[in-house]
């Protein structure tokens, strides 16, 4: 069985961390997906920097362009990764901008991520209809789960088509807006989880965008399965280099 | 019309197009591409469309023979005098078309990109007019090399908001405009500047530059007797002036279409903006289409001595137009495009942008017959460049 799914099955709130490969050094991958392992994260999700991240908020557009700087590439981040499999048993996802996997060659892409034992891609601008008229079916026969982000915009009946096409856990993106653009709840996601909760979808949600803190981990979690922290880790990585990840962590899940 | 140098209906010509936007974009998205054909096609939008470009814009713009240049290269040259569109610019057409098209939408706050500085003062303009806020998303190296143009904008009550990422130049506006849009998906209207981006930015900016070869068509019939050029030529940035130059003439197969693009300090000189010749296929705003671009797929950053021109992309019309070769791809040089700019100046007494100048240098790389006729797309005037021309002829 897939390890997300396998991982949704753990009768616990789910923390998924986010972080840019290549950032803040070329080489500091392997480390940090270790020592978000050994701190107790449950997922992790791989950043391929892009040049232009059209969802991405300046903290993140920052790390990619210094991750592009460092010299971090496709190839190089699957160097990188090649025997991630001995040190890291968790979740792993590979989340990315569509151009860059393009030019790879999605087979090739796809492949590679199998054999290094990648268990999901998610890509913010491949769009539902083209990945399931084009890709699913090579996403499939490599094992890899591809994540949706639905918002609190997405119409209802998009939100069953989504829940259809998808593998996994569905990426719930918390209120309109760009990464790290908010740091707190209010009434309205309240709302909205509570709304997509009561959809009972046949995959589970987990909420990411304004999520940086115990309390904001908490208030997402109320109604989903789990939460994501990107641009907050993203600020622990740039003050702390790779030291005190645990520290990071253990605060959020106090 | 059916053919395939128009869209179809999943929004792609041929394998260029299409709408590869975060799911964040998906409710604008879905609802302007089930909406803009109604819109632009129904009856009291025309009337109020067609009426701005008459008194407000000063449409039709002139078909003019251009005498001496015409003798210069032994043929028939007639401009299409765009530059004398209010604001300076064919980009007018559409922020006025596209400004209607937001109001019908319900939609109260406006947003754009702009590279030169063109396309923002046109939406600044529309947005005045109709009283909506105006924010135009600018690098911070363009505000710096087009200052008055930022002054214009703001004299016109807009607010210019300096994109500071990547780059900073027009590619990291439009992203930055995006980025807006998710942030604001319920009250705000993108105005895109050219037949760039998802879906169906690319056909819906055609069309409302497709009034520049509707009236060329009929100023040519009471010029020539015949509503078809032998040649046309536009200068190609992501393409608007270009897209509305052919669209009426883009099944007429005795028409020759060239588009003109910025080779900047030279094809091969790493300082170039000519996508058809240096890029592949990819993703970029949204559209799949030639972009120029890493081997990794990183989009490169491109160059040219005309800011409008500055672009790593071209629209998907004119990718496919490019690889079905239905359409002639050129490039110009800026030293050629700023001697073309003032053979222009001399000959004809136009200034013309810097962008039209490289439309006009392919005149010293095409020849054409005697009685052919050839009609140039002069898409903008010069005075917003008079830095660059003083700075290049030491005026």
């Known amino acids: 069985m897939n390890r997300i799914s396998k991982k949704l099955q753990e009768d616990k709130k789910l923390l998924s961390i986010y972080f840019t490969a290549g950032y803040p050094e070329l080489n500091d991958t392997k480390t940090i997906l270790e020592k978000l392992e050994t701190s107790g994260v449950d997922l992790v999700e791989i950043g391929l920097p892009f040049s232009d991240p059209l969802a991405d ?28 499999r001995e040190s890291v048993s968790i979740p792993l996802i590979i989340m990315g901008y569509f151009n860059p996997m393009l030019q790879y060659g999605i087979e090739k892409f796809c492949e590679k991520c199998a054999t290094i034992g990648i268990d999901g891609l998610i890509i913010p601008d491949l769009p539902l209809e083209v990945y399931t008229k084009e890709y699913q079916k090579t996403f499939l026969q490599y094992g890899l789960q591809n994540i949706f982000l639905i918002t609190p915009q997405t119409a209802e009946e998009r939100i069953r088509q989504i829940d259809n096409a998808s593998e996994g856990f569905i990426y719930m993106v918390s209120s309109a807006s760009i990464t790290g653009a908010k740091n707190s709840f209010g009434d309205a996601q309240q709302t909205y989880f509570e709304r997509i909760k009561n959809m009972k979808l046949q995959h589970q949600q987990i909420v990411g965008f304004g999520i940086s803190n115990q ?11 789990g939460a994501i922290i990107g641009s907050a880790f993203i600020k622990h990585l740039t003050e702390n280099g790779t030291q005190h990840i645990d520290s990071f962590i253990k605060q959020i899940r106090m | ?61 002139p078909l003019y023979f251009a005498n001496r240049l015409s003798e210069k290269y032994n043929t028939k040259i007639y401009l299409k005098r ?61 505000m710096k090399r087009q200052a008055p143009n930022v002054a214009r904008m703001k004299m016109l009550g807009a607010e210019v908001i300096p994109s500071t990422s990547g780059s900073k130049t027009l590619k990291d506006a439009t992203n930055d405009a995006i980025r807006d849009w998710i942030n604001n998906p319920e009250e705000t209207h993108y105005i895109i500047g050219s037949v760039v981006g998802p879906h169906p930015y690319p056909d819906m900016v055609a069309r409302l530059q497709s009034i520049i070869s509707q009236e060329i068509k009929v100023q040519l019939l009471e010029k020539e007797n015949k509503t078809n050029p032998d040649h046309i030529i536009a200068c190609v940035g ?6 509305g130059a052919f669209y009426h003439y883009l099944d007429e197969k005795d028409v020759n279409l060239i588009a003109v693009e910025a080779a900047g300090k030279g094809i091969n000189s790493g300082e170039s903006a000519a996508t058809s010749q240096l890029g592949n296929n990819g993703i970029i705003h949204g559209s799949k289409t030639l972009l120029m671009q890493s081997e990794d797929g990183q989009i490169t950053e491109p160059y040219s001595i005309s800011a409008g021109l500055d672009y790593p992309g071209v629209g998907p019309m004119h990718a496919h137009l490019f690889a079905s070769k239905r359409a002639e791809f050129l490039s110009v040089t800026d030293d050629e495009a700023m001697q073309a700019g003032a053979n222009l100046s001399k000959l004809e007494g136009i200034i013309p942008a810097i962008e039209s100048a490289h439309a006009l240098a392919a005149l010293e790389q095409k020849k054409f017959q005697p009685d052919e006729v050839v009609v140039i797309n002069l898409s903008g005037r010069g005075d917003k460049d008079l830095e660059t021309y003083m700075d290049y002829f030491n005026l």
Not at chain 1, 75 to 84: A, G, P
Not at chain 1, 215 to 225: D, G, N, V, W, Y
Not at chain 2, 90 to 98: C, L, M, R, Y
């Open chain 1, 215 to 225: 309390e904001t981990f908490q208030k997402a979690t109320q109604f989903t399965k």
């Open chain 1, 57 to 84: 908020g300046p903290t993140i557009q920052a790390s990619s362009t210094k991750a592009l700087q460092n010299g971090m590439t496709t190839e190089k981040l699957f160097e990188q990764l090649k025997d991630i």
């Open chain 2, 82 to 142: 765009e530059d004398l569109c209010h604001t300076g610019a064919h980009k007018v057409n559409n922020t006025v078309g596209q400004i209607l098209l937001a109001k019908r939408l319900g939609k109260k706050r406006i947003i754009a990109e702009t590279g030169a500085g063109q396309h923002g003062v046109a939406t600044a303009t529309v947005c005045a007019l109709m009283g909506m806020p105006c924010f135009v998303y600018m690098g911070e190296i363009d």
């Open chain 2, 1 to 61: 019309m059916s053919t395939t140098n128009h869209i179809n209906k999943e929004g792609y010509y041929g394998e260029y197009g299409g709408a590869f936007i975060p799911e964040m974009l998906y409710p604008n998205i879905a609802q302007l591409k089930a909406q803009y054909l109604d819109i632009i096609g129904d009856q009291t939008f025309q009337e109020e469309y067609q009426q701005l470009l008459r008194d407000y814009v000063g449409r039709p713009t």
């Open chain 2, 238 to 243: 992501g393409g608007s002036n270009a897209a």
